[in-house]
């Protein structure tokens, strides 16, 4: 997600020269300076990687494990610029506990993009913390903007924003995965079922970002009256598959909880 954010600042027209990183390797360090011309930090050959990479920076973005987010702020926390905004991308942390992590005279925001981010179509969500301004809230909702579409909320609603953007990607995914299977019990090879099926759902998501209309109407249109589409979704409406995105969501969401509990 992290390198997601840097290519879509880059091609943003952000200045790599002002741009410097925290990453594992020294190998990922020197891919991340030749790919994108950034200073890189490799944890591998300094312990105070994190740190250095966080000098004069007055945007500090922190994409690692929720369970590594309040521990990674304490080693930067000297470090931090007063009046620098630090923006975690990390479920279930709060603000309150980032901002007992850094100085009082740093504020944070609380981040939950999805991975469309790596081709420019994510959907993020921020809330802000107490201390953060305006004007903070506007550059971090510009920082998003690089890689997709942003929706400001109250922290209350980041939790259930990440049940459906956040995860949603893998449930498209899984649907995409079980409808090949299906296709490919038709008699299909599996790269035809691949390109059948993948092909028809990006062209109706296409279609319904194009049209205006809503799914419920789009559906309609496709549904002829005692048709095959018909009987299809008859029996889609049969496995309840509402209350089964209900009780998905409630899932992810509780696991969400457990995470800002630290379990």
Known sequence: MGTAILSGLLKAGFDAANVAVSTNSVA?????VQQFGVTAHPIEASQEANANAVVGADVVLVAVKPLYVTEVLR????????????????????TASME????????VIRSMPNTPAIVGRAVTGVARGRRASEAQLNKAVALFETVGKVVILDENQIDELGTVS????????FLIEKFTAAAMELGFDQETAHLLV?????????????SGKSPAELRRQVTSPNGTTERAIAQLEAGNLEALFAAATRAALARSKELAAGK
């Open 100 to 107: 007992a992590a850094v100085p009082e005279s740093v504020a």
């Open 75 to 94: 080693q930067v926390s000297h470090n931090l610029t007063d009046g620098a905004l630090v923006i975690s991308v990390a479920a279930g942390v709060t």
């Open 166 to 173: 956040g995860s949603g990607p893998a449930y498209v995914f």
């Open 28 to 32: 990922s360090a020197d891919r991340l």
């Open 198 to 210: 993948s092909e028809t759902f990006l062209g109706a998501t296409e279609l319904l970002a194009a």
